[in-house]
């Protein structure tokens, strides 16, 4: 018999109403997967097993790229720390979300954020770790991040609504113990968005005590840009990041540290440091006892720095590890979709360097895996051109929500999910600006195109020249081909496209560098 609602008496209304919210709510839950974005900072993607690397121990990152995709190609719009985090959070260009250099600028939080979109779709957000953007998180429920870069060890993190609290132990460990114990705790009747922002593998390279020596029965082998000469290139010949004369022996390589006068170490515990000095005391003996000048110091640098690069991530592997067993034991990982990614790719001795910055594949190419059981096939790999504005797109996408207008990224998803790449429409040239100058490592402001060939390059504010690559004949760029007989209608080709590029995206300030740059 039918009843019409007039004839129900209230406490029956109450309940049909508490159940139909129950289903609807328990429907959005089964529906609508989780989200763990795990983002480093740093951690070059030729410094991964999954990317090819035969010496680096990534078990952990390995396995989220064989159960689920990889890109090959995933670039960065602007190749430094805050401004990739600003890109990862707006969806856009340093231009447009006003975050152009990693100077004191407070991030701009009265725009439209991944985070606050994702939570008007009924997610419950949290930020749990480094975020590095001057300004406290926005648009998350929950948050407990480091102040600025943070610290290896004893850290202090600030939680709601502004405290900072001091820990002892290891950051790695716990960034994953708070995103775990979060978890935890949260809301289980709605889906998550949850950003675990690591710390390493970040200069100064402090491994975890567990960690030191880890690699020091392997030897590296030397990149064959190594001792490049930056023979027809401006703006990397006048660059300060190399190994040989930028990087500190006391402060990068722990070379003779003062343990209680060194800022960076004297934060150490007795016990910590008892470890910590009596492996650095050994390597401060070595490289005093060979009394090394010349070429053998230089690779005696390079190997020391990537055996703390490398020891350093061991722990940033480790606890991704961590978390993955963490959601496979709470039932999560089902329903959970799991991406790691770097806010930049790094150079491991490539020209000679370390940092990031350049155009140049090393610095501009980033890491990113993502595993999304049912949807993503595992051991996909994607080869377009992807840029890390697409990120928060591609999460509001796999969120079930729209990419607001302002965003000026395209979800990828449909690369994820497709049988035949190939046949999905994509952009073919990705566009890059970048701004810090002179400070801190002296490279010349830039903007550029890559394409799956090619990449062309403006070097201004004093460098003032073009740089033009084919990395089909040249992967490492050290031969720069632009003004040379023949590729006259191959640059102003890709002249005009860099050109369509800066409209699309209304990077005016660039289309009045390029008005006047040299031909
Ligand atoms: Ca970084």
């Not at 100058?437 to 403006?458: A, C, I, M, N, Q």
Request: include cysteine.
């Amino acid at each position: 018999m039918f009843v019409k609602p007039e004839h129900l008496n209230r406490p029956i209304l109450t309940l049909l109403f508490f159940l139909a919210a129950t289903f609807s709510s328990f429907a959005q839950t089964a529906t609508k997967p989780n989200i763990i974005f795990i983002f480093s900072d740093d951690h070059a993607y030729q410094g991964i097993g999954a990317y090819g690397n035969k010496i680096a121990k990534t078990p952990n990152i390995d396995r989220i790229a064989r159960e689920g995709a990889l890109l090959t190609n995933n670039l960065v719009t602007n190749s430094i720390c805050g401004p990739s985090r600003a890109t990862l959070l707006t969806g856009k260009y340093s231009h447009l979300n006003g975050y152009k250099r990693n100077d004191n600028t407070k991030f701009n939080t009265n725009q439209t954020l991944l985070s606050e979109t994702l939570r008007k779709s009924g997610y419950q957000t949290a930020w749990i770790g480094k975020m590095h953007l001057n300004s406290l998180p926005a648009g998350f429920d929950y948050w407990n991040v480091l102040p600025g870069q943070g610290h290896y060890y004893n850290p202090e993190f600030i939680g709601q609504p502004n405290d900072t609290t001091h820990h002892t132990g290891y950051v790695s460990d716990l960034i994953t113990q708070f995103a775990t114990s979060w978890l935890d705790k949260r809301d289980n009747a709605k889906p998550f968005f949850l950003i675990v922002g690591h710390k390493a593998t970040h200069r100064e390279w402090m491994p975890d005590l567990q960690d030191l020596g880890a690699y020091d029965d392997v030897t590296f082998p030397l990149p064959s840009t190594f001792y490049d000469d930056y023979k027809g290139r401006v703006a990397a010949l006048q660059q300060d990041m190399t190994i040989d004369k930028t990087m500190r022996m006391k402060l990068d390589l722990k070379v003779g540290v003062d343990y209680d006068k060194d800022w960076l170490y004297k934060r150490l515990n007795p016990e910590q440091r008892k470890v910590f000095k009596a492996y650095y005391d050994k390597v401060s003996k070595e490289v005093t006892d060979k009394n090394l000048t010349g070429k053998a110091l230089i690779e005696w640098k390079y190997q020391r720095y990537l055996r703390d690069y490398f020891s350093t991530a061991n722990s940033l592997d480790r606890n991704i590890g961590k978390l993955l067993d963490y959601l496979d034991k709470s039932g999560l990982s089902k329903n959970t979709v799991v991406i790691y990614a770097s806010d930049q790719g790094f150079y491991l001795g490539e020209h000679g360097w370390f940092d990031k910055r350049f155009i140049y594949e090393e610095s501009l190419k980033t890491p990113f895996v993502i595993r999304y059981p049912g949807v993503i096939k595992p051991g996909t790999k994607v080869d377009n051109l992807i840029v890390n504005a697409d990120w928060a797109p591609t999460m509001l996408n796999i969120a079930g929500a729209k990419t607001p207008a302002d965003m000026q990224g395209k979800s990828f998803l449909p690369l994820l999910k497709a049988d035949r790449a190939a046949q999905v429409p994509w952009r073919k040239e990705a566009y890059y600006h970048y701004y810090e100058f002179p400070e801190p490592h002296h490279v010349y402001p830039h903007f550029g195109l890559r394409t799956s060939r090619y990449k062309l390059v403006y070097f201004y504010g004093g460098a003032d020249s073009w740089e033009l690559y084919d990395l089909e004949k040249d992967p490492t760029e050290v031969s720069n081909i632009y003004g040379s007989a023949g590729t006259e209608k191959l640059a102003a080709d890709l002249k005009g496209k860099l050109k369509a590029l800066m409209n699309e995206y209304k990077d005016d300030e660039a289309l009045k560098i390029l008005a006047t740059a040299k031909k």
